[in-house]
């Protein structure tokens, strides 16, 4: 709860807890940044010097809309996921992967570690941490097979698209994760937030059933929309594998 409400005396308690159990020496940290603020694509463009391709990156991602921000107040990063020859025009070209996020999420966030005694040194997409740590697929990778890890957590679901650890896509939608079932909950079942949180975790009969039926029924619909409309767009490709992680991955009925 301190997290989320950004309660900062509670969390400078716990993570200094948390560093006097851990042993850690440095208060240096990476921020991890997630959200559906956090926009990602994947683009291609023709090969091209390390400087100009700065330069165009900027002026097409306006232009072509790549990312659907300012770009002039927010922070982008990407990167090159292959460089290959277009058979279908024989030219040289660049596959990137591009992330973006407003600066103001940063600025916020950077305040907001230093007032509890953490010292930002970078910053990272939470979605990416995910994927270094599950990565590993226990198949033969195929040039048009691609997997998807599924983050659903407390306010949001994070679905990643990548092919062995190199990610394609990173989409987040807001609405449809585990606070979305909790309030629910309470609306039909319990007269407390806690009761409500409770009867989500162990499950039941009758009514507590049926909502937690439709919370995952919802959760997989907003899923599956994602997967539909990026895959949609690439006849091409196929979903190998789906990995779920979070909290809320395990409501009865959303394995």
């Known amino acids: 709860g301190a997290v989320v409400e950004a309660e900062m005396d509670l969390l400078a308690d716990a993570i200094e807890e948390l560093w006097d ?57 990407k990167v090159i996921l292959e460089d290959f020859i277009d058979p279908e025009d024989d030219k040289r070209k660049l596959r990137i992967f591009l992330a973006g996020v407003p600066s103001q999420i940063i600025e916020d966030l950077s305040v907001a570690a230093i007032d509890i005694g953490l010292k930002p040194v970078g910053v990272d997409l939470g979605a990416l941490a995910s994927l270094r740590a599950l990565r590993v697929v226990n198949r033969a990778l195929s040039d048009n097979t691609l997997d998807a890890i599924i983050d659903v957590g407390a306010d949001l679901t994070t679905v990643i698209f990548h092919q062995g650890g190199v990610p394609l896509h990173i989409q987040t939608v807001s609405g449809t994760s585990g606070n979305a079932a909790t309030k629910t909950m309470k609306e039909y079942v319990t007269e407390t937030i806690q009761e409500a949180e409770e009867a989500k975790i162990l499950g039941g009969t009758g009514n507590v059933a049926k909502v937690i039926e439709g ?17 949609g767009k690439r006849q091409n ?10 909290g809320t991955s395990l409501l009865q009925g959303l394995q």
Do not use: C
Not at 237 to 246: D, K
């Open 215 to 231: 919370s995952a029924r919802n959760i997989s619909r907003s899923i599956r929309s994602i997967v539909d409309y990026y895959f």
């Open 21 to 77: 159990e851990s042993g850690f020496t440095s208060k240096e940290v990476i921020l991890g940044i997630s959200g559906d603020r956090v926009l990602t694509n994947e683009v291609i463009v023709p090969y091209m010097s390390p400087d100009d391709l700065e330069e165009s990156l900027i002026h097409q991602i306006n232009e072509k809309s790549w990312l659907s921000l300012d770009v002039e107040k927010s922070e982008i990063d």
């Open 237 to 246: 490709l196929y979903l190998g594998s789906i990995t779920l992680i979070g």
